[in-house]
Structures are given as C-alpha cells and as structure tokens.
C-alpha cells in the first residue's frame, strides 16, 4: 500500500511537445508528491512538488497535476526542449513523517529529440 | 552552490566482503539519508539518521547494514559481508530540517557491483 505507481517507463517526444508522466498511490496517508529529475551520472533533483489540497501546480514549464478522488497525480512538460532528457520520479511522503521518507515510482526516461 | 559528494563513485567488491560507502552532506545539513537502486528498480529508501541515531529504517536495511557519523563532515554506509544483491546504486541525501515536505538534496551515487 506503500506504492506510488508510475508509467510510461519511458517517453519519447519532439521539441516543442507536451510529455505526461502520470502516478498513482493506494495510501490516503501521502500528503506530499515530489518530482524529482535525474541526469545521468547524478543523483536526484527536487523539480517540483505539491500538496493534495491544490489540484495544479506550475513553476516555469513544468506542470503537476493532481486528482485527490482519483488518486492519481502527472507531471507535463510544456514546451519540452532537448535538455528535459533525463529520468523522471515522482515520489511521496506521509502525513506526520518525520524525516520525510521518500516513496519513489519506477522512474521514466524521457528523450526529446530536437 | 553547495553538493552532497560520495565517494567512490564506484566500487567492485567481492561476495561477503565488507564494504564502506562514504558520503559528505551539505555543511550545515542536520538529517541524512540513504536510499538504494538496483538496475531498472525504482528508488528504495533503506534508512534516515539523525542526532546520532537511526530514526528509521526500511525493511531492507537489516543487520548486515550500518550507518555511522563518525565526524562532523562524513556519513558513511557500512555492509558487513556483501551479497550479490546488493548490487545497486546507493545515494546519500541530507535535508536542513525533518518533516515530510523538507527538500532532501542527493549525491551522485556510488555504484556497487558485488562479484
């Protein structure tokens, strides 16, 4: 129950396209979802993050948004560019945790193609 | 801007070898963690630490496992006798503050292919 779900395992777009990395959770008890960004030879990045009580977040031109009913949370990459190739996670943590225990998805290797 | 380092950044060891996994968190950085990831597996979290003490760990973080501060720089990753399962990468985090929305900031990884 501990699972964040996350597809596809890898996305292959043009530049200028809208990527969607999309998640998923059982556990009611997450109430924080980060996307972290990796490239390759380097540990994880904190991207982007949100809390279950706003339904979109954006910073610059990246995108989460979130459905609480659903249980199901994506990450959109507007306007994508050469450099957003890397591996993405989207993660969570649970209520009242208190060092903040990362759950991670699977991951998924994007490539944009110029 | 300041990084969390490791080092090596990778290591070839022996079965039932003991190996040790060095990490430097960011300075002023006062909680630590390690996670792990084995080659096309997600990201798994093995244990947090802080004052001196584990604060928790993971099912996988069982007693072959052990994580040290032995100064005010280092924290370190210790397996007593090495599986090949335990072949993955393993990354340090450190955060500033604890709680569940605190950024934790990770190393590059070291790599660890047990023979």
């Known amino acids: 129950q501990q699972q964040v779900k996350q597809s596809p395992q890898s ?15 059982e556990n009611t008890a997450f109430d924080y979802f980060p996307w972290y960004q ?7 990045a904190l991207l982007i993050a949100i809390r279950p009580d706003v339904s979109e977040k954006k910073e610059g031109r990246f995108t989460i948004s979130f459905n609480k ?18 591996t993405y996670f989207c993660a969570a943590t649970l209520r009242g945790s208190t060092l903040g225990r990362l759950y991670f998805g699977r991951g ?7 | 801007e300041p990084e ?18 060095r990490c430097v968190p960011i300075s002023n950085h006062l909680y630590f963690y390690w ?5 096309g597996q997600k990201v798994e979290f093995l244990v947090s630490f802080y004052n001196n003490e584990i604060s928790e ?22 397996i007593r006798s090495t599986k090949l399962e335990d072949s993955a990468m393993y990354f ?9 929305t605190d950024t934790q900031y990770f190393g590059p990884g070291t790599r660890l292919t047990v023979l």
């Open chain 2, 4 to 21: 969390v380092t490791q080092t090596p950044s990778h290591q070839v060891t022996q079965m039932g070898q003991e190996v040790i996994l």
């Open chain 1, 38 to 44: 990796q490239f390759p030879g380097k540990g994880p």
């Open chain 2, 92 to 100: 340090c985090a450190s955060s500033t503050n604890r709680g569940s």
């Open chain 1, 108 to 114: 998924t290797q994007l490539t944009v193609w110029p």
């Open chain 1, 69 to 86: 009913s659903a249980k199901q949370f994506s990450l959109h990459i507007m306007d994508s560019q050469p450099g957003d190739s890397a």
């Open chain 2, 35 to 39: 996670y792990r990831q084995i080659l």
């Open chain 2, 57 to 78: 760990k993971s099912e996988i973080f069982d007693d072959q496992f052990s994580v040290e501060r032995p100064d005010g720089s280092n924290f370190t990753l210790k």
């Open chain 1, 11 to 25: 996305l292959i777009v043009q530049k200028g396209g809208i990527p969607i990395i999309n998640c998923a959770y």
